[in-house]
């Protein structure tokens, strides 16, 4: 298994972010997929998760309304567009697969500041 996440940054409060993870090393159309987050002095916390068709998704309160995990079966790849962001959104943002055990990519750093 592997999951290579891309698209983190530096963007200012109200700013949008779209992050991507590209899987590899399993089928992945039937496994649901997550999106999670650490930030600095924080426990790693879940943002967003996805069913393997993409047709129910669940959401942290936090991002609510801001936040849109999608996924491309035909590409192995789960997104996650990020809107209105907010200062407390800054965080290494992770993908994961759960399989037996949890698989994590590296991480993508998500900063907001202005």
């Known amino acids: 298994v592997q999951l290579v996440e891309s698209g983190g940054g530096l963007v200012q409060p109200g700013g949008s972010l779209r992050l991507s993870c590209a899987a590899s090393?399993?089928?992945?159309?039937?496994?649901?997929m997550s999106w999670y987050r650490q930030a600095p002095g924080k426990e790693r916390e879940l943002v967003a998760r996805?069913?393997?068709?993409?047709?129910?998704?669940y959401y942290a309160d936090s991002v609510k309304g801001r936040f849109t995990i999608s996924r491309g079966n035909d590409k192995n790849t789960v997104y996650l567009q990020m809107n209105n962001l907010k200062p407390e959104d800054t965080a290494v943002y992770y993908c994961?697969?759960?399989?037996?055990?949890?698989?994590w990519g590296q991480g993508t750093q998500v900063t907001v500041s202005s």
């Open positions: 090393g399993f089928t992945f159309s039937n496994y649901p």
């Open positions: 994961n697969l759960f399989l037996v055990r949890n698989y």
């Open positions: 996805i069913i393997n068709t993409g047709s129910s998704t």
